[in-house]
């Protein structure tokens, strides 16, 4: 799977399994003049769907190298990072997410998550704000939020038969035609922005043994939830990015969570033109507003 220049493979355990994370750990990014042992961290966690990875955040992290601590996780059952064979629960991602976060950091840290996982991520930082520094975070969204019960639509539904999900993620998701059609028809606003290193990367992580089950779970909906019952909690200081064009969670899911809670989430970006993950569509705009978002969360 593809891995940025200079950057490094590692892996902490959590009760689930092995967790592989991305790092910088030589040239260009750094050297005996400007190592750093103190440097602030960001964490930057990947969402979900078939075959994602840290490969989604690889355009957006290595910008920040020089200057912070990176470290972007593959998540447990994604990418090169173990892959239980159960069904996972929205518990076994917020304990995780807290475990690789402790096992890693030191101080609070800054994170950068999309879609799902960064609203798992608030729940994390609303039962352990003491973790976080500010959040920023790419569509944000559980999935079934304001009262939609995304378990109940006719896809989720379908891959919720036995024998039959299986089927479908063999000759439907981990494909190379399959995932190619997902991010040019869904994923992605415009299609002429997918090439081929993207499909690549993503149909490496979809055919890794056992890849199904994550996967799955997600389709089925077992680890949406309604995130507009617990934003009020949110304390950390927050940005939200949201693409336009975003085909499952429309921007007006985002407002709605930023009226909520004004104090907390004190910026909300929408991108025209832009579907799901802004950070492989957009990556250099994206890094500039993350850059933007720093220093105004930081403040």
Same mark, same amino acid.
Request: proline share 5%.
């Given at each position: 799977?593809?891995?940025?220049?200079?950057?490094?493979?590692?892996? !902490?355990?959590?009760?689930?399994?092995?967790?592989?994370?991305?790092?910088?750990?030589?040239?260009?990014?750094?050297?005996? !003049?400007?190592?750093?042992?103190?440097?602030?961290?960001?964490?930057?966690?990947?969402?979900? %769907?078939? %075959?994602?990875?840290?490969?989604?955040?690889?355009?957006?992290?290595?910008?920040?190298?020089?200057?912070?601590?990176?470290?972007?996780?593959?998540?447990?059952?994604?990418?090169?990072?173990?892959?239980?064979?159960?069904?996972?629960?929205?518990?076994?991602?917020?304990? #995780?997410?807290?475990?690789?976060?402790?096992? #890693?950091?030191?101080?609070?840290?800054?994170?950068?998550?999309?879609?799902?996982?960064?609203?798992?991520? @608030?729940?994390?930082?609303?039962?352990?704000?003491?973790?976080?520094?500010?959040?920023?975070?790419?569509?944000?969204?559980?999935?079934?939020?304001?009262?939609?019960?995304?378990?109940?639509?006719?896809?989720?539904?379908?891959?919720?038969? +036995?024998?039959?999900?299986?089927?479908?993620?063999?000759?439907? $998701?981990?494909?190379?035609?399959? !995932?190619?059609?997902?991010?040019?028809?869904?994923?992605?606003?415009?299609?002429?922005?997918?090439?081929?290193?993207?499909?690549?990367?993503?149909?490496?992580?979809?055919?890794?043994?056992?890849?199904?089950?994550?996967?799955?779970?997600?389709?089925?909906?077992?680890?949406?939830?309604?995130?507009?019952?617990?934003?009020?909690?949110? @304390?950390? +200081?927050?940005? @939200? !990015?949201?693409?336009?064009?975003?085909?499952?969670?429309?921007?007006? @899911?985002?407002?709605?969570?930023?009226?909520?809670?004004?104090?907390?989430?004190?910026?909300?970006?929408?991108?025209?033109?832009?579907?799901?993950?802004?950070?492989?569509?957009?990556?250099?705009? #994206? $890094?500039?507003?993350?850059?933007?978002?720093?220093?105004?969360?930081?403040?």
């Amino acid at each position: 799977m593809f891995q940025p220049l200079g950057f490094e493979q590692r892996s !902490i355990n959590t009760s689930l399994g092995k967790i592989t994370y991305y790092t910088a750990a030589g040239s260009p990014w750094q050297d005996k !003049i400007t190592a750093k042992p103190d440097r602030e961290t960001l964490v930057f966690l990947h969402g979900f %769907g078939g %075959g994602s990875s840290a490969y989604e955040w690889s355009k957006v992290y290595p910008a920040f190298a020089a200057e912070y601590r990176v470290i972007a996780p593959d998540l447990i059952g994604w990418g090169r990072s173990e892959h239980p064979a159960r069904n996972y629960q929205i518990e076994d991602y917020l304990t #995780t997410i807290r475990d690789f976060i402790e096992q #890693t950091c030191t101080e609070p840290v800054t994170v950068i998550a999309s879609s799902l996982t960064a609203a798992f991520t @608030i729940r994390v930082a609303i039962a352990h704000p003491n973790l976080f520094k500010s959040l920023i975070l790419t569509t944000p969204s559980g999935l079934s939020d304001f009262g939609e019960d995304y378990s109940r639509s006719f896809f989720a539904q379908l891959v919720s038969v +036995p024998i039959v999900d299986r089927l479908l993620y063999s000759t439907g $998701i981990a494909t190379e035609g399959g !995932i190619r059609s997902f991010l040019e028809q869904r994923q992605f606003a415009q299609s002429n922005r997918v090439y081929q290193e993207i499909v690549d990367a993503y149909l490496q992580s979809a055919q890794q043994p056992n890849a199904e089950y994550a996967a799955l779970s997600f389709v089925r909906g077992d680890l949406c939830f309604d995130l507009s019952l617990y934003i009020q909690q949110l @304390i950390t +200081p927050t940005a @939200i !990015i949201w693409g336009q064009k975003s085909q499952f969670t429309g921007p007006e @899911i985002g407002r709605r969570f930023a009226e909520i809670n004004p104090q907390t989430i004190r910026f909300f970006q929408q991108l025209e033109g832009v579907g799901l993950t802004p950070q492989l569509e957009l990556p250099a705009v #994206t $890094i500039g507003l993350i850059r933007r978002f720093l220093a105004l969360l930081n403040q």
